[in-house]
């Protein structure tokens, strides 16, 4: 899908791939699957002292089919998975994952039955956030982390299944 | 109306239910036969001496080997708006027969709490409308809250679908 | 399901059945509603809980009573000042401690702020639901300036971890007067601006009159709390039934409404914030000078500089060692509580159940949230799917606390 499909492999001009990541990186949308405490902080983070919007994270539309950040803020149950699974299923590529707080990276607090011990045992994780909950500033610390991976990746075919 | 107030009028209204009383940190409770317990908490919602018409909290407590007459006891938190008071209500479950009459008929509070306490006790309430597991997922067997069930659990966490970036699927 | 059964056969028919959740931005938390609509009337309505359950009861009966603190702050973390001093209270009660009224104010007044964190975040995403998005981005701005006071004061924006059995963490910075007394000037001006842009507000005031009623008799009997009790007309609050922390000693009203739909709960709230800042005036007045911690070696530790000391050194370095020990430390005698306290969302009740130990038995939580959402159905059925998401904002419904 996209750009990665029409362009025949090979002939990849390193400026092509420069203009597309720098558009990548200031654009990305997120899509906050928040679902404790470190959403609070995700929508302060969102909210006007720290601005995420000035990083390019304008539209926040709950929406996976239009994002291409998935922020899992939140700690992660049992019945909670397959629906992370499936939100990630359901973004198109490319796509990236931040990995927000102590719960969604490890465990954290919880090691017990109900907890998933790291949502990188499920799904790719790019960045890790640490903290319980961490401070707005470390999120958008990520984000910027973020950005440096998207700006590194260059294009090559998609693997996912509709491409 | 007090505590010790209550137990004495219920223990002659209804003399083979009511089994014993207690008091700890100025708070009164009344321990009931669990065959009988509906129908004393029937008589604690409608008698007008007493009038607790509102379930605050319905919950279980598992006495894995302490000594306890049973294992489970379910505890009834009731609370009356008329004269502000609290009083509880225990009753003794056994591990082998762990049904228990529910109280949705009585409170409307009742129905979640009685499913909470099935889905992580494993004690059924019998005449409950929908008594499904609430918390943990239908797949899901055991009863974690128990006092025998590992606190990590039996390797539910762990399986679940892998995401697998190179082929996308 | 048996329901998408009964619908097999029925495809050209107004019926579906809808999905609301646990993914959506309408619903605060996750939570999954199954919506069958006739048209555009809810005619029944199966919420699904537990996308949240992080198995906090059987957590705590690992963890020391002072452990178990870090855990209660999770639950409701809208407002985690207020779970703990809900826990630290229960367990003082049920050890017979009396604290001192320095750390009572204290409480007291951490209480109350983190009333006006929860009330204002809840009329904010109340309104952001109906439209007005810009109502929710102040209040974000209210509660950061209370994120500075609580960093201040515990170290921590969100997950407090502040009180102690016996006391409190640290004693509050010199300057914690003055940071409440601005914050407390700037707080009400924003409430008056939010009131100035709903109260008469015509999409709002369509929106939520008359929507999601609920009669004063349901009311009691779903074990409803807080503003959704009073909001029917039932002047119910335990800091004045049952007081506690000293709440005798200050002047403020209960705030109820008649009605019991969206709207009176919107005007409970925001009566209860202006309410709250009333408290913690009164009580920063009063704060009266001491020692925030018990003086019982049982329970607190002793001053750091105890066993630095030539004299009496050697004691407290054994009270503190002996502190930590199997068997020593905060060990209530065998036996139950019920504790209950007036959170922003309603009764929060503790039932701790202790066996002697330094661990807890069972504690178990009494979330008002759970009691909230299961009149959720009986405020929907027969209405519009457009007042569903009012009256599901109004409710408050924190999933944290709902799931455990």
């Known amino acids: 899908m996209g750009l990665e499909s029409w362009m025949p492999e090979g002939v990849l001009t390193t400026s092509v791939e420069k203009v597309v990541n720098w558009a990548r990186k200031s654009s990305l949308w997120p899509m906050p699957f928040g679902t404790a405490c470190c959403a609070i902080e995700l929508m302060a983070t969102l909210a006007s002292r720290y601005d995420l919007a000035r ?64 949502v990188d045992r499920f799904i790719p994780v790019d960045v ?25 990746d260059r294009l090559r075919p998609s693997p996912s299944k509709a491409g | 109306m007090d505590g010790p107030k209550i137990f004495e009028k219920l223990k002659a209204a209804m003399p083979d239910a009511v089994m014993a009383s207690g008091s700890f940190a100025g708070q009164d409770w009344v321990e009931v036969e669990r065959g009988n317990s509906l129908s ?51 009753t003794w479950v056994p591990e082998e027969d762990p049904v228990v009459d529910s109280a949705s008929g009585l409170w409307k509070s009742a ?5 909470e306490v099935f889905d992580l006790y494993g004690i059924e309430f019998e005449g409950h409308p929908n008594l499904k597991r609430l918390m943990l997922p239908e797949y899901y067997t055991g009863h974690p809250l128990r006092k025998d069930y590992p606190l990590t659990g039996a390797g539910e966490r762990d399986h679940f679908q892998k995401y697998n970036r190179e082929t996308g699927e | 399901m048996e329901v998408e059964k009964e619908l097999e056969g029925d495809l050209g028919s107004r019926r579906m059945i809808i999905n609301f959740g646990p993914q959506h931005p309408a619903t605060h938390g996750t939570l999954r509603n199954l919506i069958e609509l006739d048209g555009e009337i809810v005619t029944k309505l199966t919420p699904e809980i537990g996308y949240l359950h992080s198995g906090f009861e059987k957590l705590a009966e690992y963890r020391t009573y002072n452990q178990v603190v870090t855990i209660t702050d999770r639950m409701n973390y809208l407002s985690p000042l207020s779970n703990n001093v809900g826990f630290a209270m229960a367990v003082e009660e049920m050890m017979g401690l009396k604290i001192t009224p320095r750390c009572a104010a204290i409480r007291v007044v951490l209480s109350e702020l983190s009333r006006i964190a929860d009330h204002v975040l809840s009329v904010g995403l109340q309104a952001m639901d109906l439209g007005a998005f810009s109502v929710m981005l102040w209040t974000f701005i209210e509660r950061e300036k209370l994120y500075d006071i609580f960093e201040a004061v515990t170290g921590a924006r969100l997950t407090t971890s502040y009180t102690r059995i016996g006391g409190v963490f640290r004693d509050v910075p010199p300057d914690f007067e003055e940071m409440c007394r601005t914050f407390m000037g700037k707080c009400s001006k924003t409430i008056d601006e939010i009131e100035s842009v709903l109260n008469e507000n015509r ?9 999601g009623k609920i009669s004063r008799e349901d009311a009691i009997s779903f074990g409803l709390t807080g503003p959704l009790l009073r909001s029917c007309g039932v002047p119910r609050d335990i800091r004045k039934d049952r007081p506690y922390l000293g709440y005798e000693g200050y002047e403020f009203d209960i705030v109820t409404a008649e009605e019991g739909d969206v709207y009176a709960r919107y005007e409970v709230r925001v009566g209860e914030m202006r309410q709250a800042l009333r408290i913690v005036d009164q009580a920063l007045a009063k704060m009266p000078k001491g020692p925030v911690n018990v003086d019982d070696p049982r329970v607190a530790l002793p001053a750091k500089d105890a066993f630095n000391k030539p004299q009496g050194g050697m004691e407290g370095l054994i009270y503190h060692f002996k502190n930590y020990m199997f068997g020593h430390g905060v060990c209530p005698p065998k036996g139950e509580i019920y504790s209950s306290t007036e959170a922003p969302n309603g009764e929060l009740g503790w039932y701790i159940v202790s066996d002697g130990t330094q661990k807890p038995w069972r504690m178990r939580v009494r979330p008002p949230s759970l009691y909230n959402y299961q009149a959720f159905p009986r405020m929907t059925e027969g209405k519009l799917l457009s007042d569903m998401v009012a009256v599901l904002s109004s409710l408050n419904v924190i999933a944290g606390e709902l799931d455990r």
Do not use: H
């Open chain 1, 128 to 152: 890790y956030v640490p903290g319980c909950p961490p401070r707005p500033e470390s999120v958008i610390d990520a984000i910027m982390k973020v950005q440096e991976i998207v700006e590194r």
């Open chain 1, 55 to 118: 990083f390019g994270a304008e539209v926040i539309r709950f929406s996976p089919r239009q994002s291409d950040l998935m922020i899992v803020s939140g700690r992660i149950s049992l019945k909670m998975m397959p629906v992370l699974y499936k939100i990630w299923e359901q973004m198109p590529e490319p796509k990236w994952c931040i990995s927000m707080g102590a719960c969604a990276s490890c465990g954290g607090i919880f090691d017990n039955y109900a907890m998933i011990q790291g």
């Open chain 2, 111 to 115: 129905p979640w709490a009685e499913r």
């Open chain 2, 40 to 90: 004393v908490l029937r008589l604690l919602r409608d008698d007008p001496d007493f009038s607790f018409d509102c379930l605050m909290d319905l919950t279980a407590v598992d006495w894995l080997n302490q000594g306890m007459p049973e294992r489970f006891c379910v505890v009834y938190n009731l609370f009356s708006y008329r004269d502000k008071i609290y009083f509880r209500v225990k």
């Open chain 3, 203 to 211: 999409i709002f005031l369509d929106r939520t009159k008359g929507v």
